[in-house]
């Protein structure tokens, strides 16, 4: 952006391991806690379960100001007074959960702190109390439906009209999307963009198109920059790279140019059909995840489109990095649909067109290699696509 004249851009960037080595040597808070400790309204922590947690901290301004921006999101994806939501997310410590609720109630509707478990009562309750949204993550739709199924109900005729999503890429998954809004009868969107270190929500899908609105330019500033060198790319339609973003406004932790790790393309910054001039972007995943072969980024979220546009394959897939690059090819394993063998004549032409598929849609050369059903790691929560060796 052209409005701070370069100032912030001479700013050195900051990533996730500074916070996380200040919220070491400093705790619970870090160096960068901004106000006095009895200022900290509200306390999340993350990333628990997987290191070190990471202590983020909340005044009273900063959470008005977070649940107004969010609500703006939640709104462009439809949700509006009249509605009454279910909020499924975990309550526990999580700001999706807390947080993301009062990003709800900021749009005027009236909302349900569900939380997580317990399928059959939210079926219940979302009959008994006229539920009309549901707030949770992409995969929940398809638990309920296998627990509405068990309970004789057909969820098309529970009455929602809108599934708000977040925090996975799954609805970008084609088909993924149609096949829930089918199930459901509701509108699924991507309500729910946002950075733990930085607000929660801050983009969100609008009724139009399925690009997200960046709706916190009031206060907080964007910039895109190229995620190997960190120079500032410049801000217009088509320009992507790693979004760093800077707090204008914040009492508690304020950030300046934080890396977020995500590689994001800036899609349009004319007006949009729904009336909004916030500009819009698309999310390809995480820095880490992101491959260079030939000059070319590939992300796993389009490796998994053509994968599980395949009905020959399970849809596991992993791309195995050897050594440290540059890549002239893309080195990629992919599992086999039940039934089906990694040898012979067969697996042969399985494997020329994937690698068709990859020339035409990600512009790589693939190196293919088929595995059997069953083969591939699967965890729960989050697979690792990118294994570096
Ligand atoms: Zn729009």
Redesign the pocket.
């Known amino acids: 952006m052209t409005s701070t004249g370069g100032l912030i851009e001479r700013a050195a960037l900051v990533d996730k391991e500074i916070l996380r080595s200040s919220q070491r040597d400093h705790p619970p808070f870090g160096d960068y806690l901004a106000v006095p400790p009895d200022q900290v309204r509200r306390v999340h922590r993350t990333g628990g379960t997987t290191g070190e947690a990471m202590n983020l901290a909340l005044s009273a301004v900063d959470a008005e100001q977070t649940a107004i921006v969010g609500a703006r999101a939640q709104s462009?994806s439809g949700l509006r007074p009249g509605d009454v939501v279910a909020h499924c997310l975990n309550y526990q410590m999580w700001m999706g959960g807390f947080t993301d609720h009062t990003t709800l109630e900021a749009t005027g509707a009236t909302v349900v702190p569900f939380g997580v478990g317990n399928p059959q009562l939210l079926l219940r309750t979302i009959r008994e109390l006229g539920i009309t949204a549901i707030s949770c993550t992409p995969s929940y739709p398809a638990v309920l439906e296998q627990v509405a199924q068990e309970m004789g109900i057909d969820p098309g005729t529970l009455g929602l009209r809108l599934g708000l999503f977040g925090g996975e890429a799954a609805l970008d998954v084609p088909g993924f999307r149609d096949r829930i809004e089918a199930t459901w009868g509701f509108a699924a969107r991507n309500s729910n963009y946002g950075v733990t270190d930085v607000m929660c929500n801050f983009a969100g899908?609008?009724?139009?198109?399925m690009?997200l609105?960046f709706v916190a330019l009031d206060v907080l500033h964007p910039e895109i920059v190229d995620p190997e060198t960190g120079e500032a790319l410049a801000w217009e339609a088509g320009t992507s790279g790693e979004l760093v973003l800077t707090h204008l406004s914040r009492e508690c932790q304020p950030l300046v140019r934080f890396r977020t790790g995500d590689v994001v393309t800036l899609t349009a910054l004319d007006p949009?059909?729904?009336?909004?001039t916030?500009p819009?972007l698309r999310v390809s995943g995480r820095a880490d995840d992101m491959v260079v072969v030939r000059g070319v980024k590939v992300f796993p979220s389009s490796v998994a489109a053509l994968v599980t546009g395949d009905t020959s394959t399970s849809g596991e897939y992993r791309i195995v990095l050897e050594g440290p690059g540059p890549y002239d090819r893309l080195p990629l394993e992919v599992e086999l649909a039940a039934g089906l063998e990694a040898s012979g004549h067969e697996a042969a032409v399985i494997a020329d067109r994937i690698g068709r598929i990859a020339q035409r849609d990600l512009r790589v050369t693939a190196t293919i290699t088929l595995v059997d059903h069953g083969t591939l790691p699967r965890t729960e929560g989050k697979t690792r696509r990118v294994v570096r060796r």
Not at 205 to 209: A, I, K, P, T, V
């Open positions: 462009a899908q609008c009724e139009h198109q690009d609105h949009c059909a729904c009336g909004r916030a819009r």
